[in-house]
């Protein structure tokens, strides 16, 4: 099975940026994508970015624009830079494959002054 390592949360201002790592450790598994995910406290686990094999990327409404994320699907590593960020991007990120595998710890952002 593969675990998902994240890192490169934190404190920022409204406006700031910042960018997290993923890596993806295992072998033999199946993955057509890697995705980044977020969850804020009180609400449901969503769909942030995601990238292909091949490189294609698509990002949800609200932080395209904003939010960039790169990798490699195949050696298991992707990236979210973000910037502008936004209180309302406060949440625990999550990387991981889909399909998905076991989920990680996920990373804290928040964005506050």
């Known amino acids: 099975q593969v675990q998902p390592v994240e890192s490169g949360g934190g404190l920022v201002q409204p406006g700031g940026s910042l960018k997290l790592s993923c890596v993806a450790s295992?072998?033999?598994?199946?993955?057509?994508?890697m995705g980044w995910y977020r969850q804020a406290p009180g609400r449901q686990r969503e769909l942030v970015a995601t990238?292909?094999?091949?490189?294609?990327?698509n990002y949800m409404d609200s932080v395209k624009g904003r939010f960039a994320i790169s990798g490699e699907v195949g050696k298991n590593t992707v990236y979210l830079q973000m910037n502008s960020l936004k209180p309302e991007d406060t949440a625990v990120y999550y990387c991981?494959?889909?399909?998905?595998?076991?989920w990680g710890q996920g990373t804290q952002v928040t964005v506050s002054s």
């Open positions: 991981n494959t889909i399909p998905n595998n076991p």
């Open positions: 295992g072998r033999g598994f199946k993955r057509d994508a």
């Open positions: 990238i292909t094999t091949s490189g294609d990327t």
